[in-house]
């Protein structure tokens, strides 16, 4: 308790010190600001048109800052730390090539509506528009997959701007926010007098839900035989998790997680159902399309979700719980909208909410069916099987790590046979689809929580879009555990090529890929690799008895699928059960 | 394919046209056309903006310009009666021998002719979207050099908001 009131205490000091009304220089007052933003870390990269920022940060004891070895891998990072921590991530780049090289990271964060403040320099404001050196229209190259953006013109404006941002990244449907600051803005001296209220008359998001759309859900679920429920990212984000569990032990209605819900309702309650779409469990699928009410709760009925959309759910009746009415109606006709915040919206519910009493069939017929049809696959014990890693990696973690993934069949077996009980312990890129974001993700992640350990799961193909961030994890003795699961291909092409282009295999041979322990060692973190049972055991749990970063590569079958498989265009209840049919 | 006309107040900022145009395009919404200008408060403007489109797309579209941090309001102008004005210029070939007749169109138009060159003029016109359309139509004939169209702007009638 000492400790902590002291650490308050020095906290309080701190604000007091960075509120002072001062005249500082532009980079003074955006490090001030994040300061007062309660920001702990940030992730960047130098250079010309940031150089006053950079020189703000010497000698500065409060600011903390982690550089990079590629822009890509400081925005991934913000975004891992985001979506582990619930906080604003933020990252700073120069301007030009160094603003560019964060445009994938900021569509990563945007499809998945993850809050992030990005910091770009631009060339002196007299010469915006000249082509002049490193200079690019970063405001207007990422106006599609920003949430908001901001040209600073005056450093008077940059302490409105900078608490606007952050107001903005983490409210409503949340999403990055990108401040470009021409370099005499922050060169530029001027009195800081720190923000704290906005007022934005263009923006207020809809928190409270409708109450007359919330009886209608009420009374539909007394009518309904075939209730479900179908939780999204939107859960974990509005930190509505608790509510959710509530609301399902009320109802007792069964549930199915999205990619991006998956943490957002305990996988070890007997309601839950899986996860639905393109690789989700058959009885996730089959009760979509048998259900006569589907509750949507923050998913955004993406394709990979519901498939063909025309056969989508035929039966139900369509109730859609969303921050952004904007997705309310875009792909699936809804009879109960219902605007508001997650969280809000299930607390009222709640009050409301009785077991859904009809459905007592359906409970029994989907638990059946999931007994029935669990995810499975053929294991072997010649070679090691993908799916087999996740599984030791969940046992040998107790299914308390954090796992990030990069994107391909690793992933989706990650999703599949890593069971999460717990929100904000799944990292993975949903909407964008982003290789390369695995690993750097993953750095984030562990930066927001030092305590918990952080299990960064790749293929062998994205780790290689990224890997230069271990030498962030050696020198600040990051302690990621790395996965590799190595297949020599990028399998999720291989799939699509063996099943929907008839074995016409192209370009997906990954020859020439590193020796990934002597990768890992150059820059000076732990390697290790398996390619049977009892080595992968042992190696894995060396590296995470291990008190610094490690990378551990699995050598696996080359040619598993993953299944279940919905192909593109067919309705979710068309499925490829694969070999272990 | 429905004409939707609608208002859309946003903040006089820097580089708003280009949010809002730039979602039209991105989200495949028809622009047919956009005008902008001042509004009846200083930093606010307002743009017109005709759109084809089922009522779904304009529910997305209205949903979506709700979005931006920079729109205040979005208002479906057509669903309710209103006034929507364009004003066209039209240079047309008009030798000595054929001006009679075109002032006569000009008249009936209670158009303006605004320039007489030697050997053309220029006929201002304002009016809703189909009056224009008809006068290009009549004017064609003799040779239109050059035509040039502000776009629909428009208000809601009376009461209506």
Redesign the interface.
Known sequence: MVTQDATMKSKEELKERLSKHEVISGSEILLRSLLLEDVDCVFGYPGGAVLYIYDAMHGNPDFNHLLTRHEQGAIHAADGYARASGKVGVCIATSGPGATNLVTGIATAYMDSVPMVVITGNVISSLIGSDAFQEADI??IT??IT??SY?VRDVVDLPRIIHEAFH?ANTG?KGPVLIDIPKDVSAAKTLFKPVTEVS????NPTVSPNKLQVDKLIKAIEQAERPLILAGGGVVYSGGHEELLEFVTKTQIPITTTLLGLGAFPSGNDLWLGMPGMHGTYTANKSIQSADLLINIGARFDDRVTGKLAGFAPLAKIVHIDI???EI??NVPTDIPIVGDVKTVLQLVNQQAKRADKADEWRAQLKASSEQYPFSYTDSEDELKPQWVVELIYETTNGDAIVTTDVGQHQMWAAQYYKFNKPRSWVTSGGLGTMGFGFPSAIGAQMANPDRVVVSINGDGGMQMCAQELAICAINNIPVKVVIINNQVLGMVRQWQELIHENRFSHIDLAGSPDFVKLAEAYGVKGFRAANKEDARAVWEEALRHPGPAVVEFVVRKNENVYPMVAQGSTIDQMIMGDAE | MKKHTIAVI??DQ??VL??VS?LFG?RGFNIESITVGSSEEAGLSRMVIVTSGDD?TL??VT??L???????KVIDLSSNPMVARELALIKVNAEPAARPEILGVVETFRAAVVDIGTHSLIVQVVGDTEKIDAMVELLKPYGIRELSRTGVTALNRGSAK
Request: hydrophobic fraction near 25%.
């Open positions: 405001t207007g106006m599609p949430k908001h040209l903005i449907r934005i008359r263009g923006y952004d009415p904007a109606g875009k | 946003v903040n820097p580089g280009q949010r730039g991105r779904h529910e997305q949903k979506q709700y979005k931006l941090i920079d729109v205040i």
